[in-house]
C-alpha cells in the first residue's frame, strides 16, 4: 500500500482534478465480489455536441492504461490523448458530427473511484483495501453516466483491448441500448498466456521494496510491469524494423549493463514515463479485472447466449500482426454472434504495429470504423 509519498502524490493529482468532469453515482452499485458502493466518483469527458434527437452519441471504452481524455491534449499529463488518430474533427470518429464519450473506468486513477482515492471510513488511500473489481463492475458503474446525461440509446459502443472487452459486457447487459457494437483487437475471456503477462506484471509490483514502504512508492516495480507489457502490444517485425539491434551510442559495446541497445532505451522510457501518470495499486486492480472477465462462464458456456438478445450491428476487428489478442480469439466472437443469427461484419486489418495498432495512424483500420459509425448514423437518420 501506498505511503506519505503515495498520499502526497495523490493530493497533487486531486487538485489537478479539481476541474475535470465528475458524476457522483449516489445510486448503490453491488460489485462482483459482493461489496456495495455508493456516492463514488466517475470522471469523464466528452467530445463533439450531443444533438437535439440524442442520438449520435458514442461511447468510447479505454484500454488498461488508457483515460477519459482519448483526444486532443490531456490537461493532467500534458500529453496527446490515447485515440488523437482516431476521435476529433474530420477524423474516423468525427466530433463535428457525432458526441463521444469516454470515462476513466472503476479502479483507475484519474478522478474516478480507485484505490488512490481517499476512504471516508478511515480518511486514508485505500490502496489496496479497495474492493476486487470486474469488467462487468466497470461497465455497470458507466451505465449511469449515459443515465445522467439523459441518453437513452447509443450510435455505437467502441473500444480496443480492454475496452474492447468493455464493449463486448455491455453488448451482453444491455441489448438494447446500441445501435452499433465496436469490439477491436479482443477476446471474450483472458488467455493463460495474457494472465501469466498480468501476474508478471503485478509481481514485479509488489516484488518492490516500496509497494509497502512508508514515505515511498513502487515505481521501480511499475516500471518493468509497463516495459513487459508494453513488448506485448508491439510485433517482432515491428521490432525489428524500427530498432533491430543498433547501439544506442554509435560505437562499440560498453560491456556493462548499461543500455547499450536502443529497444532497451525505450524500454526504460517507456517505463520510466509511464510512472508519472499511472497508479501502481490501479494497475494490479485493472489487470485483475481483465483476468477475471470470462464473457462465456457467465453465460454458462455458451458465448452466443450473450448476444442472443442484441439487435444491434456488430463489427469485430483485429489485426494480422497482434499477438497477444490473435485474430482466431477474435474470430471465436464472431461464430458466437453468427450462431445466434447476429448482424455481424468481420475484419482482419493487415498491420505490422501489432496490438498497438489500433491505437496507431493505420489507414485500412480508421476507414474501417468510420464507414461502419457513419453507415450505422445514416441508417438510423432514415
Not at 327 to 350: D, M, P, S, Y
Request: positive net charge; aromatic residues 12%; hydrophobic residues 40%.
Amino acid at each position: 500500500m501506498p505511503g506519505l509519498a503515495g498520499l502526497f502524490f495523490c493530493l497533487i493529482m486531486n487538485s489537478e482534478l479539481k476541474n475535470i468532469k465528475r458524476l457522483i453515482v449516489n445510486q448503490s452499485l453491488e460489485l462482483d465480489c459482493g461489496k456495495i458502493i455508493k456516492g463514488f466518483p466517475l470522471a469523464y469527458e466528452t467530445y463533439g455536441t450531443l444533438n437535439k434527437n440524442k442520438d449520435n452519441a458514442i461511447l468510447a471504452f479505454h484500454a488498461l492504461t488508457g483515460d477519459q481524455f482519448c483526444t486532443n491534449i490531456n490537461p493532467i499529463t500534458k500529453r496527446e490523448g490515447w485515440w488523437t488518430f482516431a476521435v476529433g474533427p474530420g477524423k474516423a470518429i468525427d466530433t463535428n458530427k457525432y458526441f463521444v464519450i469516454c470515462a476513466n473506468v472503476l479502479g483507475g486513477c484519474m478522478g474516478s473511484y480507485g484505490p488512490k482515492e481517499i476512504n471516508p471510513e478511515t480518511n486514508k488511500l485505500f490502496g489496496t483495501t479497495f474492493p476486487v473489481i470486474t469488467i462487468r463492475d466497470i461497465v455497470r458503474a458507466q451505465k449511469y453516466l449515459l443515465d445522467s446525461l439523459g441518453i437513452e440509446k447509443l450510435l455505437s459502443v467502441i473500444g480496443g483491448s480492454m475496452g474492447g472487452m468493455q464493449v463486448l459486457q455491455f453488448a451482453a447487459l444491455y441489448p438494447e441500448l446500441s445501435h452499433s457494437t465496436i469490439p477491436i483487437a479482443c477476446s471474450a475471456s483472458h488467455s493463460a498466456q495474457n494472465i501469466a503477462l498480468n501476474e508478471l506484471g503485478r509481481q514485479a509490483i509488489m516484488a518492490d521494496p516500496n509497494w509497502k514502504k512508508e514515505n515511498s512508492s513502487p515505481d521501480k516495480g511499475l516500471a518493468v510491469a509497463r516495459m513487459a507489457a508494453h513488448i506485448t502490444y508491439l510485433s517482432k517485425k515491428g521490432l525489428e524494423e524500427k530498432f533491430g539491434r543498433k547501439l544506442q551510442d554509435k560505437g562499440s559495446l560498453k560491456f556493462s549493463f548499461d543500455a547499450d541497445f536502443q529497444i532497451e532505451s525505450y524500454l526504460r522510457y517507456q517505463g520510466a514515463t509511464f510512472v508519472d501518470r499511472f497508479d501502481a495499486n490501479s494497475y494490479l486492480y485493472i489487470t485483475r479485472a481483465m483476468d477475471y472477465f470470462d464473457l462465456e462462464k457467465q453465460y454458462k458456456g455458451n458465448l452466443s447466449h450473450a448476444f442472443k438478445d442484441n439487435k444491434s450491428k456488430f463489427c469485430i476487428i483485429s489485426f494480422s500482426s497482434d499477438w497477444l489478442y490473435p485474430t482466431i480469439e477474435n474470430k471465436e466472437i464472431v461464430i458466437a454472434l453468427n450462431a445466434c443469427g447476429a448482424n455481424v461484419r468481420f475484419a482482419e486489418i493487415n498491420s505490422d504495429k501489432g496490438h498497438d495498432s489500433f491505437l496507431l495512424n493505420v489507414p485500412e483500420f480508421l476507414k474501417t470504423i468510420g464507414e461502419f459509425i457513419n453507415s450505422t448514423y445514416n441508417e438510423v437518420k432514415k
